[in-house]
């Protein structure tokens, strides 16, 4: 099972490599280059999670659940009050 | 085989749509449900106008006459390009796959520039050159160094036997990725499909290799001398006539150099104020020869002959360029199969052309002499064509004739401007005799003189191999290029890991393959070629098209879609 489990991934990760002409190169610059990748994904996340999310959210007028929650328990206090 | 028995050529049109005919009822019998289907699918689209009140359009009317008759005379290449367009493939790739191939190339682009911004290349520098800008660097020198550096050790590998349907290859290992080799002293035995041994003549015993050894203690190994002065002796005369004789021309002359024969005879040929056509996929030789020329150079797309007709009609409408006077002569350059490609020049079509514009024709045959047609004479002889429909047939003795050298061979007329022109033939040292020998023993074999049928054996057990090959290649889903009786196969693999990978998985399988990268390709269009030999048997076969067909699910080389025969193929 674990083996069959290892096996799929080695295989997969071998035709990634392959795909992104990584295979060919030395172990440091894949590790660069992985690097890099990383580098890139958390950018783009961070871009999607501070700007493009509350621009669609604005946009498609769907209220991010953040300041749903906020807005709940603040008026759940005044109420309260 | 679009042979049309040689008819007449005077009357060129009939013969054109006859062989027309012949090739569209062989491609029905080939895979007719494809091609029915695509009729069908025209002739349903056309009526789905109709009905939609659509005025049925000029083009509408041209595409009935083309699916529904081949009676037609006169030139029509929409016809002749469906019909050889069904034998003929060129699939594109998927977008996806294209756009993991750029960005797979820029990653590594990336990586070459880190690498040499940190480490310092392994080669020798130029030194005490204060002040000089650097003689060796350009674009192609840092793809060696960091592109092609990587996969080197599946180029050039050091072989020591004759390589015939198997070579013997001499292992070496690479301790540091590339940069420099080391023997290991072991030795691997593979079935060798990266050899242009078309017919199988070369061979370490045999008849040609008899002859040429015995030739060696008649003659020494070489006149040391050129055609002109010393180097001129009876076999390269009879060698001479025998070429002509076998080709059906007047006249030939050789040279002791392929590429030579190129380069030197194309700008005896051509001057400027002369127009050449050149083929966009032409070989090097040819490109060298036409810039030494001096000539003007249009070129157009690969074997499309309306680019053809257009570039031609342009540059003959316009004239040569600034002073508008008409053009010297005019010349189409082909080759005969390409060997990039693998695709076969479609000459009836350029011959009509030449025939239109009075233009000549300088047929390059180097992969197809020998490996193309029922007698083994070329594509003259595969379309059946007169071979003084073609003004200037060359050449070379690598390939089919298992030697060394090139040829022309044409009009009597040419062939002593030649002699009396041509720089290969006064400055450029004469054929050695074994050479000359091996040549001159293999063409006999090839023309029956030998008194056996071996000659004809061999062309027939090469285009069934061929066949078969590309037939079980299709049917596995790889995507192979060219033309289905051509004996050169590029299988498709674009990546440079995948030719890596390939070449290296296969030669742990004990096949030895060539990888075919950039320059030689677009860079974006790496590919594995086999040159099939007549040498190859069944047996040889099978065994390497399943090894191709399990590494190619497990590399994913299956890149082909479309429809599969699901019936096994026969040999």
Request: glycine share 8%; net charge positive.
């Amino acid at each position: 099972m674990i083996k069959s489990i290892t096996d799929f991934i080695n295989y997969w990760y071998f035709r990634y490599l392959m795909v992104t002409e990584l295979y060919m190169v030395e172990k440091w610059e894949r590790v660069t280059i992985h690097v890099i990748f990383l580098v890139i994904f958390l950018l783009f996340w961070y871009f999607n999670y501070s700007v493009l999310l509350s621009f669609t959210g604005r946009i498609l007028g769907i209220t991010p659940i953040s300041s749903v929650l906020h807005a709940a328990t603040t008026s759940k206090f005044s109420a309260a009050a | 085989m679009a042979d049309s028995g040689g008819s007449e050529m005077s009357d060129f049109t009939a013969t054109y749509s006859e062989t027309a005919t012949v090739e569209s009822n062989s491609n029905h019998i080939g895979n007719g449900s494809v091609a029915y289907e695509k009729v069908d699918s025209e002739e349903s689209l056309r009526n789905r106008r109709r009905l939609n009140g659509t005025a049925v359009n000029h083009r509408d009317e041209d595409l009935r006459k083309t699916t529904s008759s081949s009676q037609q005379n006169g030139l029509n290449f929409s016809k002749h390009n469906t019909s050889s367009g069904d034998k003929e493939s060129f699939e594109e790739v998927s977008l996806i796959s294209a756009c993991l191939t750029y960005l797979g190339f820029y990653l590594l682009m990336v990586l070459g520039y880190i690498n040499q911004l940190l480490f310092k290349p392994k080669v020798t520098k130029e030194e005490n050159r204060e002040g000089y800008v650097p003689l060796y660097n350009s674009f192609e020198r840092f793809y060696m160094l960091y592109i092609y550096r990587r996969v080197r050790d599946c180029w050039n590998r050091p072989i020591c036997s004759v390589p015939g349907a198997e070579l013997t290859l001499k292992d070496r290992i690479t301790p540091d990725y590339g940069w420099t080799f080391e023997f290991t002293g072991t030795q691997t035995r593979c079935l060798n499909l990266g050899s242009y041994n078309y017919l199988g003549f070369a061979a370490a015993d045999g008849p040609c290799a008899d002859d040429s050894a015995k030739m060696i203690e008649k003659r020494g190994l070489a006149y040391c001398s050129s055609r002109q002065e010393l180097g001129t002796s009876f076999l390269h005369q009879d060698l001479e006539a025998l070429t002509a004789k076998f080709l059906g021309t007047e006249d030939a002359i050789v040279f002791g150099m392929g590429f030579a024969t190129n380069a030197l005879n194309l700008p005896t040929l051509m001057s400027p104020g002369c127009l050449v056509l050149s083929d966009e996929k032409n070989h090097a030789s040819i490109i060298l020869g036409l810039r030494l020329s001096g000539a003007t150079i249009k070129v157009f797309k690969h074997n499309n002959m309306k680019d053809l007709e257009r570039v031609l009609r342009d540059a003959l409408v316009y004239g040569q360029p600034k002073t508008g006077a008409p053009w010297k002569k005019m010349i189409i350059c082909v080759e005969g199969v390409y060997s990039m490609e693998g695709s076969i020049v479609k000459l009836p079509e350029i011959v009509a052309l030449k025939k239109k514009y009075k233009a000549y024709i300088y047929l390059d045959e180097a992969h197809s002499i020998g490996a193309t047609g029922p007698h083994g004479r070329g594509i003259v002889d595969y379309y059946g064509l007169d071979p003084s429909d073609v003004d200037i047939l060359m050449g070379t003795f690598t390939k089919s004739f298992g030697s060394a050298g090139g040829y022309i061979a044409g009009s009597k007329r040419l062939i002593n401007f030649l002699r009396t022109n041509s720089h290969a033939h006064w400055y450029a040292s004469s054929m050695s005799p074994p050479v000359a020998q091996q040549i001159f023993t293999s063409m006999s074999i090839i023309l029956g003189l030998d008194g056996t049928n071996e000659g004809r054996r061999r062309i027939e057990q090469l285009a069934r191999n061929t066949r078969y090959f590309r037939r079980r290649l299709a049917q596995i889903g790889v995507i192979t290029y060219g033309h289905e009786d051509s004996p050169v196969i590029p299988l498709l693999v674009y990546l440079f890991s995948k030719i890596g990978a390939v070449v290296r998985t296969l030669t742990t399988r004990k096949i030895a393959v060539v990888g075919v990268g950039f320059p030689a390709t677009p860079i974006m269009e790496g590919r594995i070629r086999f040159c099939l030999s007549a040498a190859h048997t069944k047996e040889q076969l099978d065994y390497a098209l399943n090894v191709i067909d399990e590494i190619s699910d497990k590399l994913g080389l299956k890149y082909s879609r479309k429809p599969r025969d699901p019936n096994p193929i026969e040999y």
